[in-house]
C-alpha cells in the first residue's frame, strides 16, 4: 500500500515572498533604466503585472495555509531561523507601493500605508523575539537576520511622497541603527563559527541590500547625493564586487528557494547605480548600470526557470524544505 503523499500547501514557507521581493526590485529597475538609459523601449509595463499575479497567488496560498494549517504558521513565527524571512510579506508590498509610485499614487499609497503598517508590527515583534529569547544560538544568524529591521530603510522611498517626512526618517533612521550592528555580529558569526548550511549561502548576497536601499532611501529624503551618499553608494558596490568574484562557489550551490537572495540585493543595487549615473553624469555609472541591469535580468530569468523546474519536480513545499 502506498503512503499518501503529503499535503503541500502544509509546507509551503513563507519565504516564497523573497520571490516577489526580487521581482518588484527587477521592476522597479527596469522603470528606472527607462528614464535613465534612454532604452527606447519598455519593459516595466509588462513586468508590473507579472508581478502583481505572482503576489496574489503566493498570498492566496499564505491565506489558505493559515486557514487550514495555523499550527504551521504560527510555527514560523516562533523559529528561530525561518522568523526571519517573515517580514518579506510586508517588504513585498512596501516594494509593490514603490513600482505602483508613478504608475498609480492611490494604489501605491494604500499598498505603502499597509505594508509599512504591518513591517512595523513585525520589526517590534522581531526585536522582542531577539530579545526575550530561550532557543536562539549563533548557528541560526545568518544574512537574512537583516530582513527585519533593515528593511525599515525601504519606508522613505515612497514614503516622503505619501506622508510626513518624519515618519519616513523614523523608520531610516530604525533601519540604519541595526545595519551595523547586525553586520558585526554577522561577520563574527561566519569567521569564527564554521560556514553556513549551504541552503543559505544565497542570503550572503543580502549584505548588499542595507547600503544599497540605504543609498536609494537617503537621496530621497535629501534630494540629492552628498558625501554620506557617496559611502553609501560605495559600500554597496564593494560588496557587489565582493560577491560576484566568489561566483564559481555560488554556482555549484543545489538549488533552495534561498536562491531568490541573489534577485534584490542585485535590483537594490542597479537602481542605486542609475541614480548615480543621472546625478553625477559620470559615464561610467551608466555602463555598470547597464552591466548590472543584464546580469540582473539573466539572473531573474534564471530563478524562474530553476523555480518552475523545482515546482514541477516537487522539490519545494515538501516537509524539511
Known amino acids: 500500500m502506498t503512503e499518501a503523499p503529503s499535503p503541500r500547501l502544509k509546507y509551503f514557507p513563507i519565504s ?3 520571490m516577489i521581493m526580487g521581482m518588484a526590485g527587477f521592476t522597479i529597475a527596469w522603470s528606472r533604466a527607462e528614464q535613465v538609459l534612454d532604452l527606447g523601449f519598455s519593459m516595466a509595463p509588462l513586468l508590473l503585472p507579472l508581478t502583481v499575479a505572482l503576489a496574489l497567488v503566493l498570498a492566496a496560498l499564505l491565506v489558505a495555509k493559515l486557514i487550514k494549517y495555523p499550527a504551521e504558521v504560527l510555527g514560523e513565527l516562533r523559529h528561530p531561523v525561518k522568523l ?16 505602483f509610485l508613478h504608475v498609480s ?6 499598498l505603502w500605508t499597509v505594508g509599512t503598517s504591518l513591517h512595523l508590527v513585525l520589526t517590534l515583534y522581531v526585536l522582542s523575539s531577539w530579545i526575550h ?8 544568524l545568518n544574512p537574512a537576520w537583516f530582513i527585519p529591521v533593515v528593511g525599515n530603510i525601504l519606508v522613505p522611498i515612497a514614503g516622503i511622497h505619501h506622508a510626513s517626512p518624519e515618519i519616513s526618517w523614523f523608520f531610516f533612521s530604525l533601519g540604519l541603527f541595526f545595519w551595523p550592528i547586525l553586520t558585526a555580529i554577522i561577520f563574527y558569526r561566519l569567521i569564527f563559527h564554521g560556514s553556513m548550511a549551504e541552503r543559505f549561502m544565497p542570503t550572503l548576497f543580502i549584505f548588499i541590500a542595507p547600503p544599497a536601499v540605504g543609498f536609494i532611501s537617503y537621496f530621497n529624503l535629501v534630494g540629492g547625493v552628498d558625501a554620506f551618499a557617496h559611502i553609501l553608494y560605495d559600500v554597496a558596490l564593494f560588496f557587489t564586487v565582493l560577491l560576484l568574484v566568489q561566483f564559481r562557489y555560488f554556482i555549484r550551490l543545489k538549488f533552495f528557494l534561498s536562491w531568490w537572495a541573489y534577485s534584490f540585493p542585485l535590483a537594490a ?4 547605480t542609475l541614480i548615480m549615473a543621472r546625478e553625477t553624469g559620470v559615464a561610467f555609472y551608466s555602463w555598470l548600470g547597464g552591466g548590472l541591469l543584464i546580469l540582473l535580468s539573466a539572473v531573474i530569468v534564471m530563478l524562474l526557470v530553476r523555480t518552475a523546474i523545482a515546482v514541477a519536480r516537487r522539490e519545494i513545499c515538501v516537509e524539511g524544505h
Do not use: G, K, N, Q
Open 133 to 140: 529569547h530561550t532557543r536562539y544560538e549563533i548557528t541560526h
Open 105 to 110: 499614487p492611490a494604489a501605491s499609497f494604500w
Open 84 to 99: 526571519a524571512f517573515v517580514p518579506t510579506v510586508s517588504i513585498a508590498v512596501i516594494l509593490l507601493s514603490i513600482a
Open 16 to 18: 516564497w515572498f523573497a
Open 269 to 272: 543595487v542597479t537602481i542605486a
